[in-house]
């Protein structure tokens, strides 16, 4: 029997050429993860010399040989008459007698086992398949709710043919491999019943950058094949690693995805229907469809996979809606950003168009052309090399069309589904989950897209000039400071920490409010009491969230802690919100309580704000998250900076506020560095420090207000200069009176990234860090090391 026929338990990974590598993947995790918390359902597989035996009867295997040969798969047509011809010769094929005992005495212990009421996955596994240099993800097919022993059979002839679909024609050819090198194993799993319960895909790192020390994880109600398909939009999940090791709250990151769909058994339709896809109901699609601690649990798993392999993997999951537990049914080496090597890449637009349609970007590359709009398969020969292709979703099946796309863009889809996948491998820049990119987007109009500017892409009217750089990482010279960044965007910190860099001198809190909260704190605070049409506007938003303040505080704990865990364990400085009146009155909810100033860059912001009464409990709330951060989730590397301090009395109230929210100095090894931005702070320079750990000059402000001039207003815009005599004047008392004390000293303006005299300069007084924006940081480094 084990010449055909092999129980998943008995393989493992040194079965790769008996069962291919899926199959024997599963073994391996069965077989050894098991007892460390694995659960992977149990089954059998053929061999591939079951396979290889059945393509010898009748010469089949000449036929298809001769086929082959004799095909250009760059010629999309002809590869769709040949591979539908030769799946068909293999359908109409019986199984050979000796595989069909096996298989009908496998199926009869596995009824005995689990009785005839189950249902089964049948699964594809080629020899040649998830290899840790390629990904075949999603080239052969997967059925799933397969009931009796005639019905898997059945799609066990369909895996078989499933080697020559057209992907995996063109697929093998482009990347080398022998078709008749290539056998098939089939393997036969008991379902997991995620069709009521939840399913989706886990990388151990970020799939767009390669970090290395997050668990991303995306899920979606119902069987996991709208997941892999980019059916849907689903949530997404980012874990810390030595957070969770440490054994403390690791989610990082949650995005609300739109699941509008889902798969789930149809009982209706018997063999010919085993599924069907049914609408989310609205109130779910606003909700995670996981918990914390059930995607904290399936990153444990995950870990302990990636652990036993050596290597980053590719894992799809499923929560059983019966029993409640999280099962692991695939898991593949990750074969993308693993291959990628020292040297960065960054694309930057020169220019800006008219928004045509967003999503989640997949890469960081930007892409231009011809928009080629497609609907269905039989269109992919309108796209010419160079276009964009725009269509409702990508599927695999496309590959032979994809590579030759200057970029990708679908209604549909997540960033693991596997047309993200193969976007990824292929290097081409792809926009998903749009919504309504086919409609947005007109044929034949130029455009570009762009995957550049963190998780969202877009897609610009017209085409848009942009530049390539690339640099070399292996041989950075040694600095006489320490270079830091100017962060500000979550979404691009896993990025950014590919840089170079000894840690985040500026983590601003203004983009994670605007962009991921748009909501003003106080309209949060007083939900209950706001008129109906606010929060009918507010609600969508925050629904996911157990509360409108625990919105604002989960919103503003996740954009910190993806920060410090991107750059851990090097520091990561926060500065407190510092938007001024009329930036808030831009959020939701604004208008209701902020005043309206004549100069708001010099009214109501920083530190007499935090200490204000109308907006103290919005400060504390800023608190809260930083406290999350450091104390909960342990990644102590934050420390804090507040901004736009006047005077004395205000430094002193700002510090006691901080201690009443249990933030004071030196505990746990905090450390309260001032925004070094105003005169007065460098004339009383001694005495601030009495109440903070340090300075970090804010160049722009400090020049604007010692030189009394508006750095906004075009007319006087030629007097603005940090090298002015005056500024210089301030930077020195600031940074020697630092020194004097033993405390730290950093500059986090743009002004030694724009004038190489002034970080000179700089290095001679005996600043500490230099904290650039990520854009200048490699340019600034090779010049301040000369």
């Known amino acids: 029997m084990n010449d055909y026929v092999v129980w998943l338990n008995e393989l493992g990974m040194h079965d790769v050429e008996r069962v291919g590598g899926k199959n024997a993947s599963l073994g391996e995790m069965i077989r050894h993860l098991s007892g460390l918390g694995v659960r992977v359902p149990g089954g059998f597989a053929t061999t591939a010399h079951a396979y290889r035996e059945f393509l010898a009867q009748g010469g089949l295997t000449e036929k298809i040989n001769g086929a082959l040969a004799a095909l250009n798969v760059d010629d999309v047509a002809a590869l769709a008459r040949t591979g539908a011809q030769i799946r068909q010769w293999i359908m109409d094929s019986p199984f050979q007698p000796a595989l069909n005992a096996a298989v009908e005495a496998a199926y009869a212990k596995l009824e005995a086992e689990y009785g005839t009421a189950v249902s089964w996955a049948v699964r594809s596994s080629a020899t040649a398949e998830d290899l840790p240099d390629a990904s075949f993800a999603g080239q052969q097919e997967t059925f799933l709710n397969v009931h009796g022993l005639d019905s898997v059979k059945n799609r066990m002839h369909e895996v078989f043919a499933s080697l020559f679909n057209d992907r995996a024609i063109a697929y093998r050819v482009h990347q080398g491999f022998d078709h008749g090198l290539v056998a098939l194993s089939a393997g036969v799993q008991k379902m997991i019943r995620s069709d009521i319960g939840a399913s989706g895909v886990a990388f151990t790192l970020d799939t767009e950058s390669g970090f290395r020390d997050v668990v991303f994880i995306t899920a979606s109600y119902g069987l996991g094949e709208m997941v892999v398909q980019g059916a849907v939009n689903p949530d997404e999940f980012y874990v810390h690693k030595q957070t969770l090791r440490a054994g403390r709250p690791a989610v990082l990151r949650r995005n609300v995805g739109a699941k509008a769909i889902m798969m789930i058994y149809d009982e209706t339709h018997g063999a010919e229907r085993p599924v069907r896809v049914i609408e989310v109901p609205e109130e779910d699609r606003r909700q995670f469809c996981m918990t914390d601690e059930q995607v904290e649990e399936l990153a444990r798993q995950a870990l302990i996979i990636e652990e036993h392999y050596g290597r980053p993997m590719d894992v799809e999951w499923a929560r059983d809606g019966v029993d409640g537990k999280l099962y692991i049914v695939q898991a593949r080496p990750e074969t993308v950003q693993s291959r990628s090597g020292r040297v960065i890449e960054r694309y930057e637009l020169k220019g800006r168009g008219r928004v045509l349609s967003e999503g989640r970007s997949i890469g960081n590359r930007i892409g231009a052309g011809a928009a080629k709009v497609i609907t269905k398969l039989e269109q992919m020969e309108h796209v010419r090399a160079g276009d ?399």
């Open 388 to 786: 964009v292709l725009i269509t409702d979703m990508t599927d695999p099946d496309w590959e032979p069309i994809m590579k030759r796309a200057a970029a990708i863009v679908t209604n549909r889809g997540g960033r693991t589904c596997h047309a993200a996948i193969i976007a990824r491998e292929l290097g081409v820049p792809a926009v998903v989950g749009c919504g309504n990119a086919t409609e947005s987007v007109q044929d034949g109009a130029e455009v570009t897209v762009s995957c550049a500017e963190g998780d969202a892409g877009y897609i610009y009217e017209g085409r848009l000039p942009f530049e390539v750089k690339r640099f070399e990482l292996d041989h950075m010279p040694p600095l006489p400071v320490k270079i830091m960044m100017n962060v500000g965007n979550p979404d691009r910190a896993f990025d950014f920490a590919n840089i170079p860099n000894q840690g985040v001198g500026l983590a601003r809190l203004e983009f994670i409010i605007n962009n991921m909260i748009g909501i003003h704190p106080r309209a949060l605070l007083e939900y209950e009491r706001l008129p109906a049409d606010l929060k009918a506007e507010i609600a969508p938003r925050i629904a996911a969230y157990p509360s409108p303040r625990e919105f604002y505080v989960g919103k503003l704990t996740e954009g910190i802690a993806t920060i410090a865990a991107a750059f851990s364990p090097s520091t990561v400085i926060v500065r407190m919100s510092d938007f001024k009146s009329n930036e808030y009155a831009n959020l939701i909810g604004g208008p209701r309580y902020e005043p309206h100033e004549e100069n708001p860059m010099i009214g109501f912001r920083g530190a007499s704000r935090y200490v204000s009464t109308s907006f103290r409990e919005c400060f504390e709330l800023e608190c809260e998250a930083i406290k999350r951060v450091r104390n909960t989730m342990g990644l102590t590397n934050v420390e804090i900076m507040i901004p736009f301090v006047r005077t004395l009395d205000e430094a002193r109230s700002v510090i006691g506020l901080l201690a009443a929210n249990d933030l004071r100095r030196g505990e746990n090894g905090l450390r309260v560095i001032m925004m070094c931005e105003l005169p007065s702070n460098a004339v009383l320079a001694d005495d601030f420090l009495e109440h903070f750990d340090g300075f970090s000059i804010g160049s722009n402000d400090m020049t604007q207000l010692t030189l009394g001039l508006d750095r906004d207003s075009a007319l006087v815009a030629g007097s603005f200069d940090e090298r002015d005599p005056a500024v210089r004047r301030m930077l020195e008392m600031a940074i020697q009176a630092c020194r004097a004390q033993g405390k730290y000293v950093g500059i986090c303006g743009q002004g030694p990234s724009d004038h190489p005299d002034l970080a000179r300069w700089l290095v001679e007084q005996g600043i500490s860090s230099v904290s650039l924006n990520p854009d200048t940081v490699i340019d600034t480094w090779v010049y301040m090391a000369s």
